[in-house]
């Protein structure tokens, strides 16, 4: 199984400050066919179904405000918000989709300093 | 609009059985892979199991191969969730989740709470 390890655990960052947020997989998730890398990040605030954010590491869903960003290739990822909202509280996953069994990061916590 | 209902969860002795649906509207249902995900209180995301839009493929978590069956009726917009065998650690919030044309899933459901205790 590929393992995901975000770091860190928990975050606190000033309003109007970048958050960044990092995921390393224990394998690649790219796929050289079509050079796309399998990684996806979610925003979960409590109570709620988590929200897909990115995709292919790097693909804004429609919706996402543009302070939310993805990166990374092969093992190593990072989102970034730019500059940090009150309403980006919550908890963030990264998640690899290249093979199954699927498997998700353990969650950081983002919060306001 | 895309939508996603869960429906089934509840309080079931451990051994016992739970078949969970998910009903979804506004979107094409049999074009889509679907998933099941779950959570259990206070902890992180955990997916379970996939089924391709024509039940081609399927796969299951470790966790749960051999007790949990996915399955769909395409017919019908549904998506089940038939679980067998429940442990305590099998207590969560059940989410079913459409595949996007990223591949991992984009719309989810607010899910349906399990609890496996005597």
């Known amino acids: 199984d590929i393992v995901m390890t975000q770091s860190p655990d928990s975050l606190a960052v000033s309003l109007g400050e970048r958050a960044t947020i990092n995921c390393k997989s224990s394998?690649?998730?790219?796929?050289?066919?079509?050079?796309?890398?399998?990684l996806a990040w979610y925003q979960q605030k409590p109570g709620q179904p988590p929200r897909l954010l990115i995709y292919?590491?790097?693909t804004r869903e429609p919706g996402v405000p543009d302070r939310f960003s993805g990166s990374g290739s092969g093992t190593d990822f990072t989102l970034t918000i730019s500059s940090l909202q009150a309403e980006d509280v919550a908890v963030y996953y990264c998640?690899?989709?290249?093979?199954?069994?699927?498997?998700f990061g353990q969650g950081t916590k983002l919060e306001i300093k | 609009e895309v939508q996603l209902v869960e429906s089934g969860g509840g309080l079931v002795q451990p051994g016992g059985s739970l078949r969970l649906s998910c009903a979804a509207s506004?979107?094409?249902?049999?074009?889509?892979?679907m998933n099941w995900v779950r959570q259990a209180p206070g902890k992180g995301l955990e997916w379970l199991s996939y089924?391709?839009?024509?039940?081609?493929?399927?796969y299951y978590a470790d966790s749960v191969k051999g007790r949990f069956t996915i399955s769909r009726d395409n017919a019908k917009n549904s998506l089940y969730l038939q679980m067998n065998s429940l442990r305590a650690e099998d207590t969560a919030v059940y989410y079913c989740?459409?595949?996007?044309?990223?591949?991992?899933?984009?719309?989810w459901g607010q899910g349906t709470l399990v609890t496996v205790s005597s």
């Open positions: 989740a459409r595949d996007s044309y990223g591949d991992c899933p984009d719309y």
């Open positions: 506004g979107f094409i249902f049999s074009n889509y892979s």
């Open positions: 089924i391709r839009s024509t039940s081609s493929s399927i």
């Open positions: 394998q690649s998730v790219l796929y050289t066919y079509n050079n796309k890398n399998y």
């Open positions: 292919w590491a790097s």
């Open positions: 998640h690899q989709y290249y093979i199954t069994p699927r498997t």
